[in-house]
Nanobody, 124 residues
């Protein structure tokens, strides 16, 4: 079992930055691949980024590539999403997700554990 709690969301102007955190509790965090997803108003949940258990492999959605960076600190049981050059279309609830030994998976159904989400609003 893994419990996930996101934090760091908020209101930011276009062009600004935010760093989201996802704190995990439970056993063997370092064996879980982690992902960030988002769901905008009236939209389906979509993939943002994923990182493997060691942090050596990362994947990004084309929409965020070059602007967002996913990282993890296994000593703190935390995964991060650094978001820069934010756009109004990045407005969404951001969720972190975990799946055992997950590497490079980009579909929500491939993840077993989910956090409650944190709201990110980008004003124009």
């Amino acid at each position: 079992q893994v419990q996930l709690v996101e934090s760091g969301g908020g209101l930011v102007q276009a062009g600004g930055s935010l760093r989201l955190s996802c704190a995990a509790s439970g056993r063997a965090f370092s064996t879980y691949g982690m992902g960030w997803f988002r769901q905008g108003p009236g939209k389906e949940r979509e993939f943002v980024a994923t990182i493997n258990w060691s942090g050596s492999v990362t994947w990004y959605a084309d929409l965020v590539k070059g602007r967002f960076t996913i990282s993890r600190d296994n000593s703190k049981n935390t995964v991060y999403l650094q978001m820069s050059s934010l756009k109004p279309e990045d407005t969404a609830v951001y969720y972190c997700a975990a799946d055992f030994l997950n590497v490079g998976k980009i579909h929500p159904y491939e993840y077993e554990y989910w956090g409650q989400g944190t709201q990110v609003t980008v004003s124009s």
